[in-house]
């Protein structure tokens, strides 16, 4: 069987980063570790291309080289998921979906017409595909009610990527997390008890990427790396000898509860291993609304306070924020840009609410009947699906000010100076791979270029460079990168801006007309967001 695994484009969002990206020479943030998974648990039998159309196109001869398509993606890349299925239809190619987007709308995909649904975990689903394709079957849907143990999962195929195209590399450690919140999607999807793999089999997974030659960042993309804390700590305790052992080829970033805080045994074997950043769920300083959210672990310590003692430990943090939560006073989104200025957090991914299929918040808003829309291709540029309880236009506007407050060119560099200025430096510094390369060179002569020469903020530029380069020295790359990335959001801010006050527009034009027919609300997204 010949098998084409295809990964969606992402549209331009706040993680993509393409300014930066192109600053370094890369094309995408993160590889797609679900379909190198996927490959990992095939036959080995089949034989197998990869194509992650955020790095390239497809080639016409591999479309033609291809018996069938398999594809996996999130809700975010669902425009291009069903591109790319016309795309195969066309062709006459049977087409295989699974990840999170088809496993969340599984009838969204049925009726795009997708052959083959390989929902839930593929270590389960994945086997009961392959047995129908080997007895001819052409057509199924596979589903699990099971969680499989990850302890059992292959290391993935990152032979399958080209591998420097990417900023990151990523590796998993667990699924699941043990908290509630409302509005998360993860713990439908993963479960609230969190499966984690065996230290030796995270560490055979970093073996194979220090093998094919990878260097410099890799993500834990777990949605909580510390959801139990007892195998975290077993394996960072692994992880340790074997960076040293290896000369600290990487450095480790990746998502957490902010009770990270909380632990300073596991803050310590962090940056220990050469972890340098994280990235928390602070949602809202508003204890309220936290604890109407079910996002208990926020209400414990202050958040300031937290933030503060991670970034102490050597973690540069960046967090998530969402304005639109039910009782909410007036000034949320001012409420927000303070406590990202008091704990100077240089990436702050502000958000509006939003529904996420099967979660605890929808089955509550749709008993209320409150949802607007149907509940998918929703990012930050897309306007709320459901009705809040105070107007949406003022929750609109207050979001696209913060956004804009916060990504003000002068704003960032002060807290990105901010941030680094109080952090401590990493333990050990990551070698390279070879001769400093002349895109490295150009990267940074650029960055000076546009923030040291073009920007009114130039002055302020060189003054915080050289404090960082004789107080934090082995900060400085880093502190260039986060500072580089202001390229993305300067552009960012406007599309934000210019997509919530379009569809904010359509949706009272369609409010007041609805208004004068008593009839509900109606869709309002569709066509606007670009
Ligand atoms: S802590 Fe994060 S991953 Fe866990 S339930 Fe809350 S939002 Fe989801």
Redesign the pocket.
Known sequence: MRVLLLYPRFPKSFWSFDKAMELVGRKAVLPPLGLITVAAILPDTWELKLVDLNVRPVEESEWDWAELVILSGMIVQKDDMMAQIQHAQRRGKPVAVGGPYPTSLPEELEEAGADFLVLDEGEITLPMFVEAIERGDTRGVFRATEKPAVTETPIPRYDLLELDAYDNMSVQFSRG?????E?????VLYG?KPRTKNPEQLLAELDTLYELGWRGSVFLVD??FI?NKRNVKLLLRAIKPWMKEHQYPFHLST?A?VDLAQDAELMDLMADCNFNSVFL?I?TPDADSLALTK?F?NTRDPLTEAVGAINAAGMRVMAGFIIGFDGEKPGAGDRIVEFVEQTAIPQAMVSMLQVLPNTALMERLKKEGRLLEQVSGVNQTTLMNFIPTRPIEDIANEYVDAFYQLYDPVRYQNRVYRHYISMSEPRHAVSKRGNVAWKDIRALLTIAWRQGVLRPTRWTFWRYLADVYFKKPRLVISYLATCALSEHFIEYREMVRHNIEAQLEAYLKAKSNLDESSEKPVPVSAGVNS
């Open positions: 997390c043990p908290f509630q919140c509005f998360c999607d993860i713990i609230r949605d909580n959801g998502e509860s769920g949602e996002k672990q």
